[in-house]
């Protein structure tokens, strides 16, 4: 929470945990806002870089700098979760294309053994048993 006073032409941002951060500028000051346990905040009207007018408490914007540095913070997070999200993705696929593999073959030998892989329930109920257990549902394989 800032203690930040902000002045009339002052660019600010509206806090917050995505980006990009509402911007615009300070056009006037106002009566404290009451929080809902009553107390008393300084605000502040805000000309938004889209053109809406608001008052808002001082407590929920960050000066221009601090926005920039905090958006930079936040896109550095967001592209380090990415690139996790990507390796883990790659080894997915991989393992999804071995169990894929797998079940062709499974296929393949049950048709050799002149019958459909459904009709080997008790050897597939592992593989349903972990794909239920995986949170995967399809509705195909209950019937």
Same mark, same amino acid.
């Given at each position: 929470?800032?203690? +930040?006073?902000?002045?009339?032409?002052q660019? *600010?941002?509206l806090? !917050?945990?995505?980006?990009?951060?509402?911007?615009?500028?300070?056009? !006037?000051?106002? %009566?404290?806002?009451t929080?809902? =346990?009553g107390?008393? =905040?300084?605000?502040?009207v805000?000309? @938004?870089?889209?053109?809406?007018?608001?008052? *808002?408490?001082?407590?929920?914007?960050?000066? #221009?700098?601090e926005?920039d540095? &905090? /958006?930079a913070?936040?896109?550095?997070?967001? $592209? %380090?979760? #990415? /690139? #996790?999200?990507? *390796?883990?993705?790659?080894?997915?696929a991989?393992?999804?294309?071995? $169990?894929?593999?797998?079940?062709?073959?499974?296929a393949k =030998?049950? %048709?050799?053994a002149?019958?459909?892989? +459904?009709?080997?329930?008790? &050897?597939?109920?592992p593989?349903?048993?972990?794909?239920?257990a995986?949170? @995967?549902?399809?509705? $195909?394989? $209950?019937?």
């Amino acid at each position: 929470m800032s203690d +930040q006073t902000f002045v009339k032409d002052q660019r *600010v941002a509206l806090r !917050g945990n995505s980006t990009p951060f509402q911007r615009g500028t300070v056009v !006037g000051t106002t %009566k404290p806002m009451t929080s809902g =346990l009553g107390v008393q =905040l300084p605000a502040v009207v805000v000309e @938004w870089d889209n053109g809406n007018v608001q008052k *808002v408490t001082a407590r929920s914007l960050m000066n #221009e700098s601090e926005a920039d540095a &905090e /958006e930079a913070k936040l896109t550095a997070e967001q $592209s %380090k979760m #990415e /690139e #996790e999200f990507e *390796v883990a993705r790659a080894k997915i696929a991989a393992k999804m294309n071995e $169990s894929a593999a797998a079940l062709r073959e499974a296929a393949k =030998l049950a %048709k050799e053994a002149g019958a459909d892989l +459904q009709d080997f329930y008790d &050897e597939t109920r592992p593989l349903l048993r972990a794909m239920d257990a995986a949170g @995967w549902s399809t509705s $195909s394989l $209950s019937c």
